[in-house]
Each structure stands twice: as structure tokens, then as C-alpha cells.
């Protein structure tokens, strides 16, 4: 691995140990075993540098989460039934809900910082949109070239549901809702039952 390669990684693990404000260039040289003019040279500033730590950490998160347990990329098998899909996909997130808690933190202090910080809300803005996308084929199966109004609106229904899902969980994983909780929740608004 190069410098900049390894100022990224070096990069994703501050921010996973120490948070997005908490990180210093000094923290992520010492981290990549490089150096600060490095910073400059690739990212151009210590802030582009944690944008694109923060964009690769929920990009590979996502990659982990949305695969059902034992499946390889391209192989996904999903169960027929719509409730059960739901389900699945569920179980698979809320599985990875204590693995995820350090991406999770990391997006909600992110989250926080939107209102001060312009250039941050720019650089998630489409990467944000396209994991509605990836959480809509991930976690459904859907297509979002064949589909795209499909999975645009599942995607957003999703993304919302993981927001709320992984911040109970963070509260207080004793109550937070299982895949089973929130499929029969998804029962009742559906059917009215």
C-alpha cells in the first residue's frame, strides 16, 4: 500500500476509535505510519481525508450487512414470501447491531455535524442516494436499473427503518426491536391485525 491508501485506512480506524471531531491529522499520521505534508499531497486537507475515511467506512459496512449470513456477492437468495424477506433482512441487520454500534456512533455524530459543516453535507449527499439503492437490492433483491422507482421508494423506507432500528439499539438493545418485532409491526400496519 501506498501513502494515500494507507492515510485511508489509518484515517477509517480514528474515526471508528476516536469519532469524526476527536480526530486529529497528528491521530491519523500516527495511525498510517505516514506523514502530514501526505495528508495535503492526497486529500488536500485533513478534512477531505475523513470525508472520504467516513464515506468508505458506511460504504463497507453496508457491503457486510446487506449479504445474508453465508451468501457471496451475487448469490443471494432471498425467501419468496414478502414477511419473511422482511424478516430475513432484518435479522441480518439487527445480527450486526453490536459489530455495527462504531459505524453507527460514528454516523450519528456525523449526522450532527451537517448543519456547520457544508462541505460534509455535499460529500454524503449522493453516496447517501445510492445506498438507498444498495440497501434496496442488498436487502430485497431489487434491481435498481430495472427498477429504479421500486427501489428508490424501498430504499428510503429501509434507510429510515435501519436509522430508527439502530438508534434503539444503541439506547438500549434489552427493548430494541427484533426482525420478528418489527415484521409483525409491519403485519399490523399492513393488514390491520
Not at 462504531?102 to 447517501?128: F, H
Not at 434503539?168 to 427493548?175: A, I, R, S, Y
Request: aromatic share 6%.
Amino acid at each position: 500500500m501506498g501513502h494515500k491508501e494507507d492515510l485511508l485506512e489509518g484515517a477509517k480506524r480514528c474515526l471508528l476509535e476516536k469519532g469524526y471531531g476527536r480526530t486529529t491529522a497528528r491521530d491519523i499520521v500516527a495511525a498510517s505510519g505516514t506523514n502530514l505534508a501526505s495528508i495535503g499531497y492526497h486529500y488536500g486537507s485533513k478534512d477531505a481525508l475523513l470525508q472520504q475515511a467516513f464515506l468508505a467506512v458506511t460504504e463497507e459496512w453496508g457491503e457486510r450487512v446487506s449479504l445474508p449470513d453465508g451468501e457471496e456477492e451475487g448469490a443471494v437468495t432471498l425467501p419468496a414470501d414478502p414477511y419473511e424477506r422482511f424478516r430475513a433482512t432484518w435479522a441480518q441487520l439487527i445480527g450486526a447491531a453490536e459489530a455495527s454500534r462504531p459505524v453507527w456512533k460514528l454516523q450519528t455524530e456525523v449526522v450532527t455535524r451537517l448543519d456547520d459543516d457544508e462541505k460534509l453535507r455535499e460529500a454524503i449527499k449522493e453516496p447517501q442516494r445510492e445506498g438507498r439503492l444498495g440497501i434496496a437490492e442488498g436487502m430485497l433483491g431489487i434491481d435498481p436499473e430495472a427498477e429504479p422507482e421500486k427501489a428508490r421508494v424501498a430504499g428510503l423506507l429501509l434507510q429510515a427503518l435501519a436509522t430508527g432500528v439502530m438508534i434503539q439499539w444503541m439506547v438500549d438493545p434489552e427493548t430494541a426491536p427484533s426482525a420478528d418485532d418489527l415484521t409483525e409491526g409491519l403485519k399490523v400496519l399492513m393488514e390491520g391485525r
